[in-house]
């Protein structure tokens, strides 16, 4: 089941490329949980062709992130050849070029979505890029830069022609940002008429939004960007659902916070202070939502200047959680107890 490419087996549900979020610890972690292949933040051409340490350290990766694609963004076709036969040599499994991207910064560039624009950059890039590498290349884009200027139709066919062997449709345009729904009829139309296999995107947050995307439109594949953020567990109850018929539940508070703190440990391993700091703060604002006075929980982590505090802080909630479970209701209750017991203030 799934996309397979050059004997490589992506799966159906793959771990879309996102900045700031799918670094290598994050990749792992989704990769464990059942993801069938995953991809790096967007890197830079320019970046890596000037070999910047932090672009580099952004397109490598681990032995047990495989499959992993490398995603490249940028404006000039030769840079991003060369970009991309640098990258090659760190062994991933397959290139993608990013022609989605919204941010002003990157568009400003002709890099991105903006390349949407102009069908022969488009073209050019693909081709200098399939060109350069002996593996396979993907393109991920959006539906076009707005309502008027409709291009995925034609973007997949010359992704075809070029070479390209998939193309991921996130169906919104660039003018739409994140607004709205994601148009999933427009992916029900490309499955239609593209000749490369069609990667779905765009609102699965539920195992059950992946089935209803692959039974609506056809596609082969999905891509999960912001429903696996905080929680990695989307694929592997994707991956039952669509194997047996049926969903587990979404998993305990504690499994949640046991998983957010083996990926707290990972990225401090991987980033040490500040950075390590930064990261586990971001990912802990989300596997904490939802959770039993979660607010005052992230306010306190938010607090901490030492992992370790933050780490003992979280074991402080579990226990008084386990306590609440047994039946011990003086530790839980109205807000104070609950910041006394989270804070210790
Ligand atoms: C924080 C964030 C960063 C993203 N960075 C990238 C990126 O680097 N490359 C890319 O192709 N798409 C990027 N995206 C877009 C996602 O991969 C995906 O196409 C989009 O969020 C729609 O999928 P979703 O509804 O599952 O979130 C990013 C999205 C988010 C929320």
């Given at each position: ?19 700031g979020?799918?670094d ?30 932090r672009?580099?350290e ?206 707290a440990?990972?990225e401090m391993e991987s980033k040490g202070e500040p950075r390590g700091l930064r990261e586990v703060r971001k990912h802990m ?16 982590i938010f607090r901490l200047e030492q992992y370790a505090a933050i ?35």
């Amino acid at each position: 089941m799934g996309l397979v490419l050059d004997d490589i087996h992506l799966g159906t549900l793959l771990l879309s490329p996102m900045a700031g979020i799918t670094d290598s610890v994050f990749r792992r972690l989704s990769r464990r949980m059942g993801a069938g292949a995953v991809y790096t933040e967007f890197v830079s051409s320019d970046g890596v062709i000037r070999n910047n340490r932090r672009t580099l350290e952004m397109a490598s990766f681990r032995p047990e992130e495989h499959p992993v694609g490398v995603q490249l963004f940028g404006g000039d076709p030769e840079v991003l050849a060369n970009a991309a036969r640098q990258v090659w040599e760190l062994g991933p499994d397959l290139i993608d070029i990013n022609f989605g991207c919204p941010v002003r910064k990157v568009v400003k560039k002709t890099a991105g979505s903006a390349v949407l624009r102009d069908l022969g950059l488009y073209r050019e890039i693909i081709a200098s890029v399939v060109a350069a590498v002996p593996g396979p290349v993907t393109v991920k884009i959006r539906a076009g830069w707005d309502e008027e200027s409709l291009v995925f139709s034609e973007a997949a066919g010359i992704a075809a022609e070029e070479g390209v062997r998939a193309i991921t449709l996130h169906p919104r345009t660039r003018a739409q940002g994140y607004s709205g729904r994601a148009d999933w009829d427009r992916i029900t139309r490309l499955v239609e008429v593209s000749p490369i296999p069609v990667i779905g995107n765009g609102d699965l947050f539920e195992p059950e939004d992946v089935l209803r995307m692959m039974e609506e439109t056809g596609c082969r594949a999905v891509m999960i960007a912001r429903g696996a953020i905080g929680n990695p567990w989307i694929f592997s109850r994707t991956r039952t659902l669509l194997e047996e018929g049926i969903a587990p539940p979404p998993p305990l508070p504690v499994e949640r916070l046991e998983t957010a703190l083996l990926h707290a440990r990972l990225e401090m391993e991987s980033k040490g202070e500040p950075r390590g700091l930064r990261e586990v703060r971001k990912h802990m604002a989300y596997y904490t939502k939802g959770l039993w006075h979660g607010a005052k929980l992230r306010q306190a982590i938010f607090r901490l200047e030492q992992y370790a505090a933050i780490e003992s802080l979280i074991r402080d909630y579990l226990d008084a959680l386990s306590r609440f479970d047994a039946g011990e209701p003086s530790h839980f209750g109205p807000e104070e107890d609950a910041r006394e017991e989270l804070t210790g203030a």
